[in-house]
């Protein structure tokens, strides 16, 4: 798990690096690029700082994969849809957020803003796409 959690801090093979800021506005979702970019460099500083344990590697490395499954799964099928930004933040939140917070809390406690800041940081790496 350890050297899988490596493979999401990096970009994803295969995919332009055009970074969070590019990839919101390919979507359409100028709207979240101020908060998501907050969030996604609170999540990138507390994994920069090289000091997480094995046991928060392997957490995140949990939360990354579910996350980034999760987004392919109930996300891009509703962004394919042209359905409203306002439904699909309410299924990422309902879909994502809350149950993987509700999950990981009784393991470490962390919050939502985190989790958030874990999927802006997987758009920033190319391993979420917002396009339509």
Not at 46 to 64: D, I
């Amino acid at each position: 798990m350890i050297e899988d959690f490596q493979e999401f801090l990096t970009p994803r093979a295969g995919r332009n690096i055009i970074g969070l800021d590019n990839k919101l506005i390919e979507g359409g979702r100028e709207d979240l690029l101020e908060d998501a970019a907050y969030l996604e460099s609170r999540f990138a500083r507390r994994v920069s700082k090289g000091q997480l344990s094995e046991k928060e590697q392997v957490v995140y490395y949990h939360c990354l994969s579910k996350i980034n499954s999760y987004f392919k799964s109930y996300i891009i099928p509703q962004i394919k849809a042209n359905e409203s930004n306002v439904k699909i933040d309410s299924y990422i939140q309902e879909k994502i957020i809350d149950p993987l917070y509700k999950e990981i809390a009784i393991v470490q406690p962390m919050s939502m803003d985190m989790i958030s800041g874990m999927l802006y940081f997987l758009t920033g790496k190319c391993h979420i796409r917002w396009k339509k």
